[in-house]
């Protein structure tokens, strides 16, 4: 078994081992991830924080030892809570972690907070989405509730198809609260689609970009463009 961490920004984490393969996800600066197998020009790994297992470049794959793995696990996290930080000369997004805290980073809270979870994906409006994404360049919707809900305490699945296991249901519109999880489906009832609940009526989410819309019975409709986009199937209350 090797270990390693990631030491460049963003680092794409591709479904199979070629550059043609779909990026299904992303480590950030300094996550930690475990080596499964190596083939020519690519290494499969899976993340310490939430073992979501795919490909990533072997040229970019940074090796650490035994020791330093445990030694990086047991530090505690200081989450970059500005849009964009300059660490050492490289350019982090918001919402990485850095094992060392200053003027920029918000330790990791020792209790979830949904009000914190809603304050930081705020700080996200207008982001570009981005399939599999999990900066501020470019994200998608799991992403998006993944990376907002760590920076307020909590450590949720990579996928909404996961994410939606976790919590307790909301089962009225109106019993809904700030931070609550509104997941949608496909036509075939597949979870397809989540964002984060600001209010009974308000949504945030990432849909062509980070953006906040109207949530009804039915489920996300666009002003701009008059129609429902997205097909609600549950809310869960996450704790």
């Not at 972690?97 to 979830?112: A, K, R």
């Not at 109106?174 to 597949?190: C, M, S, V, W, Y």
């Amino acid at each position: 078994m090797s270990f390693g961490i990631c030491d460049l920004p963003v680092i794409p984490i591709r479904k199979g081992g070629s550059h043609t393969s779909e990026m299904t996800s992303q480590l950030l600066f300094n996550e930690l991830y475990e080596v499964l197998d190596e083939i020519p020009q690519w290494t499969l790994i899976r993340t310490e924080i939430d073992h979501y297992e795919g490909w990533i470049q072997g040229i970019q794959h940074h090796p650490i030892s035994d020791q330093e793995y445990l030694t990086f696990k047991a530090k505690p996290w200081h989450i970059i809570n500005r849009p964009v930080f300059n660490h050492q000369g490289t350019h982090l997004s918001m919402g990485t972690i850095l094992y060392e805290p200053n003027d920029y980073t918000t330790p990791f809270p020792d209790e979830f907070s949904p009000t914190a979870m809603i304050d930081f994906a705020k700080r996200f409006l207008g982001s570009p989405y981005l399939w599999g994404g999990r900066s501020l360049f470019g994200i998608d919707c799991s992403g998006f509730v993944q990376l907002c809900a760590r920076a307020a305490g909590k450590l949720l699945p990579r996928d909404a198809s996961q994410q939606v296991k976790e919590g307790d249901l909301v089962y009225f519109l109106t019993e809904i609260q700030p931070g609550d999880l509104a997941f949608f489906g496909d036509e075939e009832g597949k979870i397809v689609h989540v964002g984060m609940m600001i209010d009974a009526e308000n949504i945030i989410h990432a849909s062509g970009k980070v953006r906040i819309d109207y949530l009804d019975q039915t489920g996300i409709f666009n002003r701009e463009r008059n129609e429902h986009t997205h097909w609600l199937k549950v809310i869960k209350r996450i704790s």
